[in-house]
């Protein structure tokens, strides 16, 4: 009988050791990926600033005309505009989606938006109607999405569709140009000179960094596009999210064809059509995954930032817009494929 105690109490001893050696194999194999993501982050934050910089060094050698400080005034001013439509896209793949209706929902706002303020309605008014507007369109993506499950792709595609045959229809094919140049006050030069529309674009940035890096909110969104599911399971209110991430981008969207329409002094229908592929593009190029849960406001801002400094560098050399737009749908493709090498390694 003694024995048989011994030889059950070598036994338990023997289970608690290979269960103890196993949990900490397991703790050390968390701590290990923890620190490889960890790595991967700073090395993609790192490529991005170096890329940034190898192109502005190329195009300065290339061009005398690049690196000067009104040539980077223009780069920013134009950074500005696709990128306040950015960072409503960040939040959208961040969460599993992504928004192709801001390539309708800008030329869309920029046409109402002018048709509006030459009615004699005031600034104020008009802007915060048009916004309002613009964030309409963005829940009817939320509710396809997410209470008709219609895929994100469809769903944007079609209303991206309707938003720019509305934008023909209502100016009838024509630009409407401001009656009043001071409507455009939102691409105004301000405080020391510098473009409001950078001013606006700040602190958009910052609101949203802190919104997603500091708020439930934001941790929210990032759930949800790391598992929409667990996060229905856990009691988080899936749909009201997605439909919460469609509008906020609808919102931006809209904001930036206020802008774009400001910088130009009309509206039309033909402004921004191709910032669907180009905001996407800055947001994975700053190191977002199309699958979800993965993305910064910051990084965004650094792809803006490529893109801008690509396209500006390209037609100071005088290439032919068609192949800029090639060349953003190659820096796309690099940074998917990037994006894929690295949650690959990763997940080694």
């Known amino acids: 009988m003694t024995e048989e105690l011994m030889a059950e109490s070598i036994t338990e001893k023997t289970r608690d050791g290979a269960f103890a050696a196993s949990s900490a194999g397991e703790e050390r194999a968390t701590q290990s990926a923890g620190h490889r993501r960890t790595i991967l982050r700073v090395v993609d934050r790192v490529s991005l600033v170096a890329f940034l910089v190898v192109l502005i060094v190329v195009f300065s050698l290339m061009s005398p005309q690049f690196f000067t400080i009104d040539n980077f005034g223009v780069i920013l001013s134009n950074a500005a ?8 896209q960040t939040f959208v793949i961040i969460s599993g989606g992504f928004d192709l209706s801001v390539g309708g929902v800008i030329p869309l706002t920029s046409v109402a938006f002018a048709m509006a303020a030459n009615a004699g309605i005031p600034l104020p008014v008009v802007l915060v109607l048009v916004l309002i507007g613009a964030a309409l369109f963005g829940v009817g993506n939320g509710l396809l999405v997410s209470k008709a499950h219609i895929s994100p792709l469809i769903a ?105 329409s400001s910088q130009l002094l009309s509206g039309s229908g033909s402004i921004g059509t191709d910032s ?33 400094v690509l396209s500006n560098g390209l037609a100071l050399l005088q290439v032919s817009s068609f192949y800029q737009t090639i060349a953003t749908g190659c820096v796309l493709l690099l940074a998917v494929g990037f994006g894929r090498l690295t949650s690959r390694s990763s997940r080694k």
């Open 156 to 260: 944007t595609l079609a209303t991206t569709s309707i938003a720019g045959g509305l934008a023909f229809s209502i100016s009838q094919g024509l630009s409407v140009p401001f009656k009043d140049p001071a409507t455009g006050v939102l691409a105004d030069r301000g405080l020391f000179g510098i473009p409001n529309q950078i001013f606006l674009f700040v602190l958009v940035v910052i609101v949203a960094a802190i919104v997603l890096r500091f708020t439930i909110y934001g941790r929210s969104v990032y759930a949800i596009g790391g598992n929409g599911e667990a996060s229905r399971l856990a009691g988080m209110r899936v749909d009201l999210m997605l439909v919460s991430v469609y509008a906020l981008s609808g919102m931006l969207a809209g904001l930036g064809g206020v802008v774009l």
């Open 276 to 308: 669907a592929l180009t905001s996407i593009a800055a947001v994975v190029l700053g190191g977002a995954a199309l699958t979800g849960g993965v993305g910064t406001v910051w990084g965004t801002v650094f792809g803006v930032l490529i893109l801008g």
């Open 81 to 88: 505009v696709i990128g306040i439509v950015c960072v409503g």
